[in-house]
């Protein structure tokens, strides 16, 4: 399975499962919105731990070249 298919793959399961907790709702009441949905953080951090990125800023460095 090529990168892509993998990261849209986590993302897929990653959001389904965060629909069905959160059944929909909101969960930050306050701030600014945020550039990037729950699902789309989660799933950041778990396909950098897969790959070997086992630091939030070697994740966000990865995430950030690509």
Known sequence: M??????IEIYM????AYQDVT??????QRGP?????DAEV???EIFG????HHTDIGIWRYARYH
């Not at 059944?23 to 930050?28: F, M, N």
């Not at 919105?33 to 949905?37: K, Q, S, Y």
């Open 42 to 44: 989660i799933t950041i």
């Open 49 to 52: 731990e897969s790959d070997g």
């Open 23 to 28: 059944a929909g709702s909101r969960i930050r």
């Open 13 to 16: 399961k990653i959001d389904k």
């Open 2 to 7: 090529d990168i892509e298919c993998k990261l």
């Open 33 to 37: 919105d945020a550039n990037l949905t």
